[in-house]
Each structure stands twice: as structure tokens, then as C-alpha cells.
């Protein structure tokens, strides 16, 4: 029996030493399965925060971009609001009575003559307003003018341009902004 019993204890030992080396074996791979999984979180929170950045800064740009969007759109309707008021106007000062149109021609060529002294005149081809009527020598009727004057001096080297269209427009481009702060807010 006594090999009986070394048998035992050599199966004994060898369970023991199998067991120390699985429980070894078990704890090396917690270990490093623990490691791994520290790995993993740390890798899968760096992409996290940086798709959580990513998609912050799609936010910003969609936003800056829906933004920029609707601000063009507003001012493509200021503008256009703004050109529609500048035609009524010129509209209405074109469509002025004859005898307001002359009264204004009058003024436009007082104011002038501080400029040239003694004008030709060149009117619409369709206005009633004479040489008389204006204070000046001559009045030349010209299809080329819509609603206005012109003034030219005697030699023509100088040319006043008066017409309604031109006078508006320079007020208009001077005023610009006033006139935006006032229909705009």
C-alpha cells in the first residue's frame, strides 16, 4: 500500500501544483483582461469626447451657415425694397403734372446758374416749359432726357446733369443708410 499511498500523494501534489498554476493562470488573465478593458473605456471615451466635439462643430457650422442664410435672404428683400421705393419715386416725380415739372425745372436752373451764368437748357421732348418759363435764352427739346434738365454752357465745355433719375440717385447713394435706419429700423 505504501505505493498506494505515493501515488496519492504524487496526484495530491500535482492537483495542488495544477490548481496553483490555474489559479496563477486565472489571475493573469483577470489581470490582463482588466487592462484591456481599462484600454477599451480609455480609447472609447477618446472617441466619445471627440464625436461629441465633431458633431458640436457640425452644430456651429450648420448654424452659422442657416444663420448667414437668412441674413442674406433679408437683405436680398431690403434690397429689393429699396429698389422698389426708388422707382415709385422716380415714377412719381416722372409723372408729376406739366405745370409742377416746369415750376421744378425753374428752381433746378436757379440753382444751377451760380454754376453757369447763361445755360442752353435741354428738357424732355414732351415738356411744355420754354425758354421764358425757365429764366434762361434757350431750351432744347431732347428725347434723350426722361424727366429733369441738363444744363450746358455756351461753348459746351460744361454740362449740368439735372434729371430727375440723377439727382435721385445721388441723394439716394448719399443717404443710404439714413433711408435703411428709417424703413429698417
Not at 77 to 96: D, P, Q, R, V
Amino acid at each position: 500500500m505504501a505505493l498506494d499511498d505515493v501515488k496519492l500523494e504524487i496526484s495530491k501534489s500535482a492537483e495542488q501544483s495544477a490548481a496553483a498554476i490555474m489559479a496563477e493562470a486565472d489571475a493573469e488573465i483577470a489581470k490582463i483582461m482588466a487592462q484591456a478593458d481599462a484600454e477599451i473605456s480609455a480609447m472609447k471615451e477618446k472617441e466619445d469626447k471627440r464625436l461629441a466635439e465633431s458633431v458640436s462643430r457640425l452644430q456651429r457650422q450648420e448654424l452659422s451657415s442657416a444663420e448667414l442664410e437668412s441674413k442674406k435672404i433679408v437683405l436680398a428683400k431690403k434690397k429689393e425694397i429699396l429698389n422698389k421705393a426708388f422707382a415709385e419715386t422716380l415714377a412719381s416725380l416722372e409723372s408729376a403734372p406739366e405745370k409742377e415739372k416746369t415750376a421744378m425745372y425753374k428752381k433746378m436752373v436757379a440753382s444751377a446758374k451760380n454754376v453757369i451764368a447763361d445755360p442752353k437748357v435741354y428738357v424732355p421732348a414732351d415738356s411744355t416749359a420754354t425758354a421764358k418759363d425757365l429764366g434762361v435764352s434757350e431750351v432744347v427739346k431732347s428725347d434723350k432726357i426722361s424727366a429733369g434738365v441738363m444744363l450746358e454752357n455756351a461753348d459746351g465745355t460744361l454740362m449740368v446733369d439735372m434729371q430727375y433719375r440723377t439727382v435721385l440717385q445721388a441723394v439716394w447713394d448719399r443717404e443710404m443708410k439714413a433711408l435703411s435706419d428709417i424703413l429698417f429700423g
